[in-house]
């Protein structure tokens, strides 16, 4: 595998040469201050964009030149990168080896074409597509409360941290999405290609100065180039004792939502002693949550925990009785404290490391997860692979006993069913 940076003026290109896949993956990643009044206008322009363009402005025509490409595959997604958002969009194609010659530029070419040559009529979207685009938008925004596991994280990040960007809705709000209009859409979509700080990233088995020929001669590069910052929050200061916030729908299984906050770690903590903790606590069916939680008290359905380094949050959530919510509760908090006191065999430790190593291996077999490795060693500056598998085995039971100590229960949430006996705190 070959890895290559070039600095393009005002974008970076990143070409990740490997001969393990048959397929060509290409990248482009729009990265601005996350700011919530755009998320839902963001959100509708990645779908706008995937809808149709110039050359094909029905979905059907679309479907067909796809097809004609050996059905190139193009998807896009918003994505909340901490401090930043990322509106990423991606192509994968079948390379030429396996089709025939010249369809690896035209595959660029097409992908290109969506992004940079949109249906304009008159200085705003089509109307049609634009239609079509905000009633799926708005049906995902009220669809929010259908998946209660979803709603009871998007509300405990709201009671935990109102009016930080980690409260904000990433599907949007109603409010906002009223206020989009065919006109200001196709400015915002300008502003934001002439004024993001933008990635380009080529993998798979390509000539790199082909790939490079080729982005050169269809990626229109953004007209100002924007310099980054920091993506990661971090918090000050932390509740001396924990808020509980209870809430009613009528469902059958309460969902239970523990978040706690991190204090400030060394890069070192962040990239592999919290990953340690994190599948010690509850990262399988040998967790020590699962394990007392779960197999010895019988008190839930299921029961996790996962850490978000971006936003220095670690939540762990259980599907529960709501009846049984106390005691459930207290046997969080005594593994929490049991994490501290060092509780915990040196086997899940060396079990821990061994699922990360895995788990390292098992990125170079997928295009899109290696080229999240380069993304956030770019954005970040996390380790590269080697590195990480090298960095892991250095973690020793005391660093994780060190770390158990930064972490502060700051609310507990609970969604309880609407027909279940209650269990008061």
């Known amino acids: 595998m070959n890895y290559q940076k070039l600095s393009q003026g005002n974008y970076n290109l990143h070409i990740i040469q490997t001969d393990r896949f048959k397929t060509v993956q290409v990248i482009v990643n729009y990265k601005n201050e996350l700011k919530k009044e755009e998320i839902t206008i963001r959100n509708f322009l990645n779908d706008m964009l995937l809808s149709t363009c110039k050359e094909y402005p029905t979905s059907r025509l679309l479907s067909i030149a796809t097809e004609d490409l050996y059905n190139i595959s193009v998807n896009g997604a918003n994505i909340r990168s901490g401090k930043y958002s990322i509106l990423s969009f991606k192509c994968r194609f079948l390379n030429e080896k396996y089709t025939e010659q010249g369809m690896n530029e035209k595959s660029i070419s097409f992908f290109m074409n969506l992004l940079y040559h949109p249906n304009i009529v008159d200085g705003s979207f089509d109307e049609t597509s634009f239609g079509i685009v905000k009633k799926g938008l708005e049906e995902d925004i009220r669809s929010t409360k259908d998946n209660p596991r979803r709603y009871s994280l998007l509300r405990l990040y709201e009671v ?32 934001m290609m002439n004024n993001a700080i933008v990635d380009v990233f080529v993998i798979g088995d390509v000539n790199p100065e082909d790939a490079k020929t080729y982005i050169e001669k269809y990626f229109i590069p953004p007209m100002n180039r924007m310099a980054t910052g920091e993506h990661i929050l971090s918090y000050s200061e932390f509740r001396e004792k924990e808020q509980v916030i209870k809430e009613t729908m009528d469902i059958t299984q309460s969902q239970l939502m523990v978040g706690c906050k991190v204090d400030e770690l060394t890069p070192f903590e962040r990239q592999y002693v919290m990953n340690i903790y994190s599948f010690i606590l509850g990262g399988g069916g040998d967790s020590k949550l699962f394990q007392t939680v779960r197999e010895k008290n019988s008190l839930c359905y299921s029961i996790s925990s996962s850490y978000n380094y971006l936003y220095h949050t670690m939540v762990i959530s259980a599907g529960i009785d709501a009846k049984t919510f106390k005691k459930t509760l207290n046997l969080i908090k005594e593994q929490l404290e049991s994490m501290e006191n060092g509780e915990f065999e040196e086997e899940m430790m060396e079990k821990a490391v061994a699922t990360f190593i895995n788990g390292c291996k098992e990125v170079e077999d ?7 490795i380069y993304l956030v060693h770019e954005y970040m500056g996390n380790d590269l692979l080697e590195e990480k598998i090298e960095n892991i085995k250095k973690v020793t039971k005391e660093m994780v006993v060190e770390l158990a100590k930064k972490v502060h229960i700051d609310t507990v949430y609970l969604l309880e069913g609407g027909n279940h006996e209650k269990d008061s705190l």
């Open 160 to 191: 935990m941290a109102p009016n930080s960007k980690l409260s904000y809705h990433p599907s949007g709000y109603l409010d906002d999405l009223e206020k989009i209009t065919r006109q200001n859409l196709y400015t915002y979509y300008q502003n």
């Open 366 to 372: 997928s295009p899109t997860l290696l080229s999240n």
